[in-house]
């Protein structure tokens, strides 16, 4: 499959601030409910990306099946 990106958007500045590489066609976005990371899904590729906040650093791809949805968060993810 073709690579995805998600762009962090200013949007107080109106510009992109950075694109961070995801699984192909993400299908959302949700956050950790402290808000220090980020998880990404993808149906296209049945995977879940995890991010560490605020940087956008990857810390774990979780291979979700097929169809893992928009997104859910689950405690304590690749140890954190």
Do not use: T
Request: glycine share 12%; with cysteine.
């Amino acid at each position: 499959s073709d690579a995805g990106k998600v762009a962090i958007v200013d949007v107080a500045g109106l510009r992109v601030k950075k694109s961070v590489p995801v699984a192909a066609r993400p299908d959302g976005i949700c956050l950790s409910p402290g808000g220090e990371y980020a998880a990404v899904a993808s149906n296209a590729e049945g995977r879940v990306d995890i991010f560490l906040l605020p940087a956008w650093k990857p810390v774990a791809a979780l291979e979700a099946g097929a169809g893992p949805g928009s997104c859910l968060w689950m405690e304590n993810v690749a140890g954190h």
